[in-house]
């Protein structure tokens, strides 16, 4: 079945940063927009950042200029390059692949990462 495979969390302190990564397998990955996600305690699923097929990017106003998503279509994956990160920032991060393949919306989860940040 699909696996999308996060990795990359950790313990960081404020101001620093973290780059996750996602891999995907078992989905013909260029047909997807690939999206991070992140889940506080106790508080909703939200969206960080989201990559189209085209390139095309959008992030949450919280994360604007200090975080980027990229992918790389050859290697199956996804990317978050995190900077500048605060402690509002930590949460258990996923990655999603979504789309309308093969004239069916399909929408797929990773297990997802945790990323604390703390002094």
């Known amino acids: 079945q699909v696996q999308l495979v996060a990795s990359g969390g950790g313990l960081v302190q404020p101001g620093g940063s973290l780059k996750l990564s996602c891999a995907a397998s078992r989905i013909t990955f260029s047909l997807y927009t690939m999206g991070w996600y992140r889940q506080a305690p106790g508080k909703q699923r939200e969206l960080v950042a989201r990559?189209?097929?085209?390139?095309?990017?959008n992030y949450a106003d919280s994360v604007k200029g200090r975080f980027t998503i990229s992918r790389d279509n050859a290697k199956n994956s996804v990317y978050l390059q995190m900077n500048s990160l605060k402690a509002e920032d930590t949460a258990v991060y996923y990655c999603?692949?979504?789309?309308?393949?093969?004239?069916?919306?399909?929408?797929?989860w990773g297990q997802g990462t945790q990323v604390t940040v703390s002094s």
């Open positions: 990559i189209t097929i085209g390139g095309r990017t």
């Open positions: 999603n692949a979504a789309g309308t393949v093969f004239n069916a919306d399909r929408d797929y």
